[in-house]
T-cell receptor
Framework: DQQVKQNSPSLSVQEGRISILNCDYTNSMFDYFLWYKKYPAEGPTFLISISSIKDKNEDGRFTVFLNKSAKHLSLHIVPSQPGDSAVYFCAASGRGSSNTGKLIFGQGTTLQVKP | NAGVMQNPRHLVRRRGQEARLRCSPMKGHSHVYWYRQLPEEGLKFMVYLQKENIIDESGMPKERFSAEFPKEGPSILRIQQVVRGDSAAYFC???????????FGSGTRLTVV
């Protein structure tokens, strides 16, 4: 049962353009969402997060949008840079009283930014 | 302040052997999480530990896998009698509390031959 889905395995964009990575989830109890970036042979690195009480969070070139009714979130990177080329993972969790910090990850999207 | 340290980085085991993966959390972090990434898949939660306690092991396979986080020393993920399907990257993360301020280590890549 894949509760967090990233349906695009890969994405290629030109340097300077916008990269849009998408993520869908099925569990309506999820109320906190995160994006991680991962280079080969390294661990994931936290990028940006959003709580379900918001619909947008921005940090520099990175913006995450949350559409709760559609159970969909997206990560926008603008302008894209060659150093952004990596695998991007969407992750989700429910922050209820039983919260243990466990994250549910999507399968990842490989972003390639061409110079 | 060193990050989360995992060792070894690469581990090769023959079928039936034991694999021991170590994770030293960041200084001041008492919460440790283990995740597994199979080829072409995302990270899957395995277990959440605090010092000397297993808090959530809902992602651990029922047999052959165990984890500990002793009062002194690193957290250990132990896989007994490894099979080829155990080949994966195993990531450890630590945090100062049960929040999402995870810091991941670089992982241990286990190959079972």
């Amino acid at each position: 049962d894949q509760q967090v889905k990233q349906n695009s395995p890969s994405l290629s964009v030109q340097e300077g353009r916008i990269s849009i990575l998408n993520c869908d989830y099925t569990n309506s109890m999820f109320d906190y969402f995160l994006w991680y970036k991962k280079y080969p042979a390294e661990g994931p690195t936290f990028l940006i997060s959003i709580s379900s009480i918001k619909d947008k969070n921005e940090d520099g070139r990175f913006t995450v949008f949350l559409n709760k009714s559609a159970k969909h979130l997206s990560l926008h990177i603008v302008p894209s840079q060659p150093g952004d080329s990596a695998v991007y993972f969407c992750a989700a969790s429910g922050r209820g009283s039983s919260n243990t910090g466990k994250l549910i990850f999507g399968q990842g999207t490989t972003l390639q930014v061409k110079p | 302040n060193a990050g989360v340290m995992q060792n070894p980085r690469h581990l090769v085991r023959r079928r039936g052997q034991e694999a021991r993966l170590r994770c030293s959390p960041m200084k001041g972090h008492s919460h440790v999480y283990w995740y597994r990434q199979l080829p072409e898949e995302g990270l899957k939660f395995m277990v959440y530990l605090q010092k000397e306690n297993i808090i959530d092991e809902s992602g651990m396979p029922k047999e052959r896998f165990s984890a500990e986080f002793p009062k002194e020393g690193p957290s250990i993920l132990r896989i007994q009698q490894v099979v080829r399907g155990d080949s994966a990257a195993y990531f450890c993360a630590s945090s100062p509390d049960s929040d999402y301020g995870y810091t991941f280590g670089s992982g241990t890549r286990l190959t079972v031959v």
